[in-house]
């Protein structure tokens, strides 16, 4: 499990929680995005961008998500989500999200989202402002 994860900065620890299931008996494929969403704030908290929104008026706003699921998982069980940036441009970048889980040490589930920019006063997109894009290469250990 630790090897699947190894390239990503950020790592979310999840519980499965049993509401989560549907009638099917396994997680609903929306949850995932949950697990997405958590390992994506958790890396913004990382690099200090939850904290610096208001001040900068400048913050995150997700453009595209998607998912491929690999195995279903049932309650109980603890998920692992990792997030790393796998590409930057000036108003977007793109998040690569990883799910393993304890009861299944492999790929559960694998996504993508594309992040945009936002100026939430003008309500318009903008440039990644530096001093979250070099808060970015610090915790990805490269240079975009």
Known sequence: MQELLKTFPVVAKL??????MDSFQHVNNAIYFRYFESARIQYFEALGWMDSVEQLAIGPILGSTSCRYRIPLTYP????????????????????YLIVSEQHPETVAEGTG????????????????????HAIEKLEGREF
């Open 77 to 96: 069980d603890t998920v692992y989500a990792g997030a790393k940036i796998t590409e930057m441009h000036e108003k977007r970048f793109t998040m690569e």
């Open 114 to 133: 594309v992040v945009i920019c936002y100026n939430y006063q003008k309500k318009q997109t903008t440039q990644i402002p530096a001093v979250i894009h």
């Open 15 to 20: 519980p499965v929680i049993w509401g989560d």
